[in-house]
């Protein structure tokens, strides 16, 4: 495959945190700060991962499959302080209706706080983060075949220096990020009706299952990262792809080929 020199390139559309990067280390310092400044508990800033309760950081991993918008961050503390238990989405869905005041507040005093975090202590907030691995050679690899976009609920600021500083080349303009304030559907119809070719595919990739059922009527390839954060359901959606770390460029690759 990788000899066909091919004429028109198909799109691929990447979630970031969860399937390019793993930066829940990043997230977890970052909310947790951010919810001790938000209720008035401190001012004073947690850097260390080992500094924050066991059973807060537990609580944290356990349920950050279920969050989507940095604002959600909100009910996991919220939750976990009230010792109320999250067992399902519908649950964590239930208790976003209740909260969803505090939740659009959060997501503002999260960025303010990742902001300050990132621009006082670049270098230890780079650490927190790692690219999955292989992926930088897969990167390289698709980027033959694809136009590669970023869709994500992460800001912008943050993709993009991330990006430079692990050597994973994109057009900045091809990244939609948590600052243009539309949601992931929103953002794909844009793609599609704006800038790519007729003869040409978009492949979406994200490890949230909601997301790509968001976007099921848009009519473009869904794939699902089950190395990333996610929860894929005991059954699955006949349209969703469930790809492997180890494998899925080959098999991206391989869609490219069938479909022409």
Request: aromatic share 16%.
């Amino acid at each position: 495959c990788s000899q066909v020199t091919m004429s028109i390139k198909n799109l691929l559309l990447w979630d970031f945190d969860g399937v390019i990067i793993d930066s829940i280390d990043e997230c977890l310092i970052t909310s947790y700060n951010a919810y001790r400044q938000y209720q008035g508990l401190s001012n004073g800033f947690i850097y260390r991962l080992d500094d924050i309760p066991i059973d807060i950081r537990g609580e944290f991993y356990r349920n950050r499959k279920y969050v989507r918008p940095a604002g959600e961050y909100y009910i996991i503390y919220r939750a976990a302080s009230s010792g109320v238990k999250i067992d399902n989405y519908l649950k964590f869905e239930e208790l976003l209706k209740e909260n969803a005041d505090n939740v659009a507040k959060f997501h503002n005093n999260f960025y303010s706080v990742r902001d300050d975090f990132r621009n006082s202590f670049q270098q230890y907030w780079f650490g927190l983060h790692r690219v999955y691995a292989g992926i930088k050679t897969k990167w390289q690899e698709l980027n033959k075949y694809f136009d590669f976009y970023i869709v994500s609920d992460k800001d912008f600021k943050s993709i993009s220096l991330i990006l430079n500083y692990f050597d994973l080349p994109i057009q900045q303009e091809k990244i939609f990020s948590a600052d243009i304030t539309l949601t992931k559907k929103m953002v794909i119809e844009h793609i599609l009706k704006d800038t790519h070719d007729a003869s040409e595919r978009l492949f979406f990739i994200d490890d949230n299952y909601q997301h790509l059922l968001d976007v099921s009527d848009t009519g473009i390839r869904l794939f699902y990262a089950s190395w990333g954060y996610g929860e894929m359901p005991d059954k699955i959606a006949r349209y969703i792809i469930p790809l492997e770390l180890d494998t899925f460029d080959h098999y991206l690759i391989k869609e490219v080929f069938n479909g022409t």
